[in-house]
């Protein structure tokens, strides 16, 4: 079992740049690939962006690629989401989420993964 913290959220103005982070304990965080999901106030929920296992590989919305980067460290049990040039539909509360079983083509797919955070709000003023 993996418990996830969120951290980082915050209010921004349009252009700036936030950094989100989420810290694992429990399970071997390196089984896990790590996403990151984003939901909006009348809105579903929505993928952001994931990073694979061991091999780092990384994912992205349309809507986030190129402005968002996100990274992890399985020494330190983290995996953080670096976001620049915000804009104000960024704004949503951000969720990190682990799965054990996901393979590429369900790294999307917010029911395939395991565990959750408790999110972090992100606000960005135009």
């Known amino acids: 079992q993996v418990q996830l913290v969120e951290s980082g959220g915050g209010l921004v103005q349009a252009g700036g740049s936030l950094r989100l982070s989420c810290a694992a304990s429990?399970?071997?965080?390196?089984?896990?690939?790590v996403g990151w999901f984003r939901q909006a106030p009348g809105k579903d929920r929505e993928f952001v962006a994931a990073i694979n296992r061991r091999s780092g590989g990384t994912y992205y919305s349309d809507s986030v690629k190129g402005r968002f980067t996100i990274s992890r460290d399985n020494a330190k049990n983290t995996v953080s989401l670096q976001m620049n040039s915000l804009k104000p539909e960024d704004t949503a509360v951000y969720y990190c989420?682990?799965?054990?079983?996901?393979?590429?083509?369900?790294?999307?797919?917010?029911?395939?993964?395991?565990?959750w955070g408790q999110g972090t709000q992100v606000t960005v003023s135009s």
């Open positions: 989420a682990a799965g054990a079983r996901l393979i590429l083509s369900s790294f999307q797919n917010g029911a395939q993964y395991d565990y």
């Open positions: 429990g399970d071997t965080f390196s089984r896990y690939v």
